[in-house]
C-alpha cells in the first residue's frame, strides 16, 4: 500500500520544509487530542503529562515539564489537579530530600486507559495508508529527530 492523497515532496533542500510538515502535523493534530482529553475531563496537558508519567514514573515536576512541552511554571497548574483527584502522586526523593518524584496512581493509569481506543483510532486514522515497512521506517526516522531534538537543547551552533 502507498501514501494516499500524499503531497509531492518539494525539493528537499528547501530550508525549513521538514519543520513547516512538523507543524502542520502539530496543528492538526492538537484539536483533536483536547477533544478527546476534554471528553474524559481532562486538558491536554494533563493527559500529556499521565502519558508520561506512565512512561517515566519517578521524575520531578520540571522533568514532566520538560517532556510534556510545557514550562515548569506551566507544570504546577497542570498537575495540581492531578494531585488534588488522587491521579499521580508526589513523594520525597530517597536520595535527595529536596526533589519530589511523581507517579501515576492506579486511578491515573484506569484514567489514561479509558482513553486509549480514542487515541488509538486517531493515530490509526493519521497513518492510514502506511504499510507496515513504512511504519517502521517512520517509527525509526521519529525517533533519531526527537533525539536530535534533545541535542539541539544542550548544544551551540
Known amino acids: ?15 525549513g520544509w521538514f519543520i513547516y510538515m512538523i507543524k502542520l502535523l502539530d496543528t492538526g493534530l492538537r484539536p483533536e487530542v483536547e477533544r478527546i ?13 499521565l502519558t508520561v508519567l506512565l512512561s517515566r514514573p519517578g521524575i520531578t515536576s520540571s522533568e514532566l515539564a520538560r517532556r510534556s512541552f510545557v514550562r515548569a511554571q506551566s507544570m504546577a497548574g ?9 491521579l499521580i502522586s508526589r513523594v520525597q526523593d530517597p536520595d535527595n530530600a529536596r526533589r519530589l518524584l511523581l507517579r501515576a496512581t492506579p486511578r491515573g493509569r484506569a484514567a489514561v486507559t479509558r482513553l486509549q481506543d480514542e487515541v488509538a483510532a486517531l493515530q490509526s486514522r493519521l497513518v492510514d495508508g502506511l504499510d507496515q515497512q513504512q511504519l517502521e521506517a517512520l517509527s525509526a526516522a521519529l525517533r533519531t529527530l526527537r533525539h536530535n531534538v534533545q541535542d539541539l537543547s544542550t548544544s551551540t551552533p
Do not use: W
Open 1 to 15: 500500500m502507498t501514501c494516499k492523497n500524499a503531497e509531492t515532496a518539494p525539493d528537499l533542500v528547501i530550508d
Open 78 to 86: 497542570t498537575i495540581g489537579p492531578l494531585i488534588e483527584q488522587g
Open 37 to 49: 482529553a476534554v471528553s474524559r475531563g481532562f486538558t491536554a496537558a494533563q493527559y500529556t503529562a
